[in-house]
Nanobody
Framework: VQLQASGGGLVQAGGSLRLSCAASRNIFNINHMGWYRQAPGKQRGLVAL???????NYTDSVQGRFTISRGNAKNTVYLQMNSLKPGDTAVYYCNVRTVVGNYWGKGTQVTVSS
């Protein structure tokens, strides 16, 4: 399974971006789908995830600003990012975890200027 992330770019502080992640084929037995990010010199960390049952979880720093959702096709996941801050600058990776596998996309750069 390959994951293709898109939607990153350069935006001013306070702006919005919507990230998309699509799988190359239908994925079965999904536990959860999520977005992670890695800023220069820092470890990759969880931004948001959504379980197969629709439960969502966010890291504290994005709570109330970011929204994760799944597409109707169930093999897509989105991250709506509002009120972006320079501290959100990072490479964003989508992730799908199933009963038997853990899949990562290649990442999309998000840069927020002050």
């Amino acid at each position: 399974v390959q994951l293709q992330a898109s939607g990153g770019g350069l935006v001013q502080a306070g702006g919005s971006l919507r990230l998309s992640c699509a799988a190359s084929r239908n994925i079965f037995n999904i536990n959860h789908m999520g977005w992670y990010r890695q800023a220069p010199g820092k470890q990759r960390g969880l931004v948001a995830l959504i379980t197969s049952g629709g439960f969502t979880n966010y890291t504290d720093s994005v709570q109330g600003r970011f929204t994760i959702s799944r597409g109707n096709a169930k093999n897509t996941v989105y991250l709506q990012m509002n009120s972006l801050k320079p501290g959100d600058t990072a490479v964003y990776y989508c992730n799908v975890r199933t009963v038997v596998g853990n899949y990562w996309g290649k990442g999309t750069q998000v840069t927020v200027s002050s």
